[in-house]
């Protein structure tokens, strides 16, 4: 699992990466929300790795995109913010 979790870490953070490089070179470019999907990710693989204080920090990181986005509606709970990338990655899986 321990393989796994570095593997996912450094996919997720390659995403991380590239969307935010994007959101720097392209001030048209609105990814907060990719953003904040990428870390809510990112906190998933921290929490099966074992990892509590970086899938906090993960979270933190995915808050702050997504308040960017959703200023002024009720902050989502980790667990909401969880099961919305698992809505999201069944959905494209289905496609």
């Known amino acids: 699992m321990h393989a796994d979790t570095d593997h996912a870490r ?3 953070m390659l995403q991380i990466q590239l969307l935010e490089r994007l959101e720097s ?4 470019f609105a990814g907060d929300l990719e953003v ?17 204080d970086e899938e906090q920090r993960a979270l933190a990181q995915a808050r702050a995109h997504y308040d960017r986005v959703h200023s002024h509606s009720k902050e989502p709970t980790d667990d909401e913010m969880k099961k919305a990338i698992k809505l999201w990655d069944g959905a494209a899986d289905r496609f």
Do not use: F, I, S
């Open 25 to 28: 070179a392209d001030k048209t």
């Open 36 to 52: 904040a999907k990428a870390y809510t990710r990112l906190a998933m693989v921290e929490e099966a790795g074992g990892r509590p």
């Open 10 to 12: 450094q996919a997720v």
